[in-house]
């Protein structure tokens, strides 16, 4: 079982920025995707990211409310995903957890709650000034 841990989670103001990190062993050979759920909201996808290598080559999709501002990324050791937030604003506040799809290898990442089977513990985003 793939075990993500999540951590950078805190305290923004807005138009800050945060970066968060999403690591587990072999992260590479899976596609990971960035949710976030805020109190008494539905978990929503942020970003997601393809395997590394072969035909995916890491390729990256992002919710529409975030385009532009967030940007996923997988480190060379291939045991870290980031997630690089900019401008953030208060609409951006919730639990972020990061999530492991076994499959869809070959596809460009999608949001569907039910792909992803292994589930971080979540960090904390805040943004109020």
């Known amino acids: 079982q793939l075990q993500p841990v999540e951590s950078g989670g805190g305290l923004a103001q807005p138009g800050g920025s945060l970066r968060l990190s999403c690591a587990a062993s072999?992260?590479?050979?899976?596609?990971i995707g960035w949710f976030r759920q805020a109190p008494g909201k539905e978990r929503e996808g942020v970003s997601c990211?393809?395997?590394?290598?072969?035909?995916?080559?890491?390729?990256?999709n992002y919710a529409d409310s975030v385009k532009g501002r967030f940007t996923i990324s997988r480190d060379s050791a291939g045991n870290t995903v980031y997630l690089e937030m900019n401008n953030l604003q208060p609409e951006d506040t919730a639990v972020y957890y990061c999530?492991?799809?076994?499959?869809?290898?070959?596809?460009?990442?999608?949001?569907?709650?039910?792909?992803?089977?292994?589930w971080g513990q979540g960090t904390q985003v805040t943004v109020s000034s």
């Open positions: 990211i393809g395997v590394a290598g072969g035909a995916s080559g890491s390729r990256t």
């Open positions: 072999q992260l590479e050979y899976y596609t």
């Open positions: 999530a492991a799809d076994p499959g869809h290898l070959f596809s460009l990442c999608k949001f569907s709650l039910s792909d992803y089977i292994d």
